[in-house]
């Protein structure tokens, strides 16, 4: 069973009272640039997904609380979460570098240019 | 290898059976194969098998991160049954499900398929239509399928709740009397041994840790128990599937999420054929030793662990307590969780990769045991000849970038 806690209303349940939604910070390149994209981009934004055995990037929903749509970092073999952030953020640059594989790919020009900020 | 038959039994039990032999060998790993296949569950054994049977390759091996059969083969709900909807979909499981008729024969290994005949409850207006489409398309490809009507599916099926005023009112059926269970320990054991005493090595306990390619072409792989060098590797690890395709560099469409199974406490004959309550998510048969086999839906969030949603478990016992109200006071004997891969069209993956000699194996979400002799035949096909079996060339990889699905999440027994 898993324990989420919306980080927009406060309030923890199972995922009963959350909808999952699947991987985040996906990117659909027809948004940016619609008259070029690949087959081969538009099949790694419609099936290729992350599906890394541990710390995994998510969507989910309070459904019986506040209604929001937020995001979660969860481990797919432990099931626990490992922090929650806003549906409009990048994970906390911690949590970026935790991430293995693919996801690590994924964040990392995100934490090369946090670097940059901070100096 | 003995072969088992009437005499060996008599035999042995004179001998109180202490003299039988093991059904496979431990085998030792070999430095070099021809080819490799990870993952000894029911697709891997079942492609070793038709490898060595069917394709004179003997020099194989099978590697296993745990032990055999311990994956999804020994925690699926054994049943078994061809009624899909489109055309690609109905020529494997139809190829799986007739070899499964004479398996027993074939491995000379009682795999214990009970043709026990297949319900898929028509439950709202709608599911009755879907499955009247899906019966034409099946008849069309000369399945033995037809829509029942209520009262046969009660005469079928007397525990069931064919009120007008359930929630869900039984409208009909879609049946399939030549589909039915097997016993899926058997058929990782059968396949096992029909493997092994043709050569093949089956190695448990060895994982792999790498998959070595140079030049865009597989040399070898990297285990637990030392490196071995191949030109050729078959992944067929279900849940795992992205783990190890990422040794190699190749991404894969899937994602692995928990599905769960249980069994109630053995009971007296009740049902003795398959029912699957798509409206309502949950499907029930009655094993030989009297337990009830109780499936549903997967859940909806991506899970490595083995354990599943206590959620899921309740809307599916639930569902069918509704649907069979005798059941209401069983108690659960047995509870458990597999890692099944999910593809975007809830169709498998037979495929070629774009690494050469790395074949794989996989997506076959939740109908992974009724296609096992059917993937097995065609996978190994594919490896041996180093290109798709006519029956694996829609399921290949390529697919999902060209636009080519084989759309199965409306047709399969249960909305995923």
Request: hydrophobic fraction near 35%; charge should be neutral; include cysteine.
């Amino acid at each position: 069973m898993l324990v989420i806690k919306c980080p927009v209303c406060g309030v923890e349940g199972e995922e009963g009272d959350f909808h999952a939604g699947g991987q985040a910070h996906i990117v659909r390149p027809a948004s940016s640039d619609p008259e070029n994209i690949s087959d081969t981009q538009q099949r790694d934004y419609l099936f290729m997904r992350h599906n890394p055995k541990g710390l995994h990037f998510e969507r989910w929903r309070c459904d019986r609380g506040c209604g929001k749509w937020f995001h979660a970092a969860r481990d797919t073999v432990t099931l626990e979460f490992k922090g929650y952030y806003a549906i409009n953020e990048l994970p906390p640059v911690e949590l970026m570098k935790q991430a293995k594989g693919y996801w690590a790919g994924h964040f990392a020009s995100a934490i090369k240019s946090s670097k940059r900020s901070k100096s | 290898m003995s072969r088992y038959s009437i005499f060996s039994l008599a035999r042995n039990a004179l001998n109180y059976h202490k003299d039988w032999e093991r059904a496979w060998r431990s085998a030792e790993l070999k430095s070099e194969y021809d080819a490799i296949i990870v993952g000894a569950g029911g697709h891997g054994l079942a492609t070793a098998y038709y490898l060595a049977k069917e394709h004179n390759m003997t020099n194989i091996a099978v590697i296993e991160k745990g032990w055999l059969g311990g994956g999804n083969t020994g925690r699926n709900t054994t049943i078994i049954r061809s009624n899909y909807l489109q055309d690609s979909s109905i020529a494997i499981y139809e190829l799986a499900r007739s070899l499964y008729e004479d398996l027993s024969q074939d491995l000379n290994y009682n795999t214990m398929f009970s043709p026990r005949g297949v319900m898929m409850m028509c439950q709202t207006e709608h599911e009755l239509r879907a499955f009247q489409r899906t019966a034409h398309a099946n008849r069309l490809a000369g399945l033995d399928c037809r829509m029942i009507d209520r009262t046969e599916v009660k005469r079928l099926c007397p525990i069931i709740n064919d009120s007008p005023d359930a929630r869900y009112p039984i409208l009909g059926a879609y049946y399939q009397p030549r589909g039915g269970t097997g016993r899926h320990d058997a058929v990782a054991w059968g396949y096992a041994r029909g493997a092994d005493e043709r050569g093949v090595d089956i190695v448990q306990n060895c994982e792999v840790l790498g998959i070595n390619v140079e030049n865009g072409k597989v040399t070898g792989i990297e285990t637990s128990k030392g490196s071995i060098k191949t030109g050729k590797v078959a992944v067929v690890t279900a849940g795992h599937t992205s783990v190890v395709m990422e040794m190699a560099g190749v991404r894969m469409p899937v994602e692995s999420v928990c599905l769960q199974a249980l069994v109630s406490e053995p009971i007296k004959p009740v049902i003795d054929c398959v029912v699957m309550a798509n409206t309502v998510h949950g499907y029930m048969s009655q094993s030989d030793k009297g337990e009830l086999v109780i499936g549903g839906g997967a859940d909806a969030y991506n899970n490595y662990s083995q354990r599943g949603a206590f959620a899921s478990l309740e809307h599916t016992v639930t569902a069918l307590v509704e649907t069979f109200p005798i059941i209401s006071r069983l108690r659960t004997l047995r509870l458990w969780g597999g890692i099944v891969d999910m593809t975007g069209d809830r169709s498998p993956i037979i495929s070629k990769t774009e690494v050469q000699g790395l074949y794989v194996n996989c997506g076959w979400g939740t109908g992974g045991f009724k296609s096992i002799p059917g993937s097995g035949f065609v996978f190994a096909d594919t490896i041996a000849n180093d290109r798709p079996h006519p029956i694996a060339e829609p399921f290949g990889m390529n697919r999902f970038a060209e636009g080519r699905f084989i759309d199965e999440s409306v047709a399969a027994a249960v909305a995923h």
